[in-house]
């Protein structure tokens, strides 16, 4: 088989490295791609946003399936567009990736389906929205309604903070996506994500995983797009992923097919647990990005099937095969994110490291410039390792990332530390 993926980060790069695995594929090609899946796969430049540009690439390269990877070529209507040409597509329809791309749209699955969620309140209006949060107080959660590339989002600690935030997205900080703010009862507990496929009617489990969203240690500082991950979580009991299913994931499946918008891909289901009772904090409509890395290197070349039958709505037929497993990745990013930083300071180290199926360093943000790997990005490299536990997922994960000299980067040595 051809098969294609698009994105160019380092949730890409694992999921490349995961297809490659399957001996069904014959030829991989990734758009854009990045310096690292260059390694394993043909990188080809493509406007993944672009629907008709995508199909044509995909005619003219004979490709057999599609693999979308970031949340914004779901958004613009990518598979939509792969679908009419009859070409497989593993990521939903634009309608169905309304779970991710607007706020406002899930709270009201929740409320449809009755899945447990936050209280909320949408408004356009500044001042009605100031009001209300003056009325309910803090701690409170304000949200940029639509797609904010991770950063539309404030946990505020005091009504002035939310009001703040409400000035910002309704003042047009994110642009169309802050045309709308949906406000939410701030919920306590620990957030963990869950991870299902769905072909629609069918709806399979493929891993848990906690990652860490704050740049310093202990959960400190700004948030990021995610400084490491481990999977499983161990919040993440049997009773609660049973709980998770029936209570959210399934009757949010069976509302969009209710609403003619079926939902096909995966659903990274982040939730908030306290007591064992799991409420949903947001869905995104792609696999998470560090989240992804540590999936991956579990699944191994599974993956690709598992993806084409959620694609062909055969998932009913399907299984997980699980080793008892952990996996842990670190994550390297330039020094200043998620603020400014430079790019294209040298990273040494990497060719002498041995990479199989316990050790994996994917590739974020980098370039190959002048005979050497260079920084190309806030989030440069996800430094990932498997072992039999999360201890030893760990020890390996950080003895790779002690063998990478590279003075201008940051990361964290604590990553897994609830879990330990
Ligand atoms: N790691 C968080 C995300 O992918 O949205």
Redesign the pocket.
Known sequence: MNILILGGGGREHALAWAVLQNPKCDRLIVAPGNAGIAMIADCADLDILDGDAVVGFAVEESIDFVIIGPEAPLAAGVADALVSAGIPVFGPSAAAARLEASKAFTKEVCDACGAPTAAWARFTDAAEARAYVAAQGAPIVVKADGLAA?KGVVVAETVEEAQAAIDDILGGAFGAAGAEVVIEDFMAGEEASFFVLSDGETVLPIGTAQ?HKRIGEGDTGPNT??MGAYSPAPVMTEAVAEAALTRIVMPTVAEMARRGTPYKGVLYVGLMIADGAPRLVEY?VRF????CQVLMMRLGGQALDLMMACAEGRLAEMQVSWAEDHALTVVMAAEGYPGAYEKGSVIAGLEEMAEDSHHMVFHAGTARAGGAWRANGGRVLNVTARGATLQEARDRAYAMVDRIDWPEGVHRRDIGWRAL
């Open positions: 991770g990652d797009g995610g995104n998470g990005d560090p989240e």
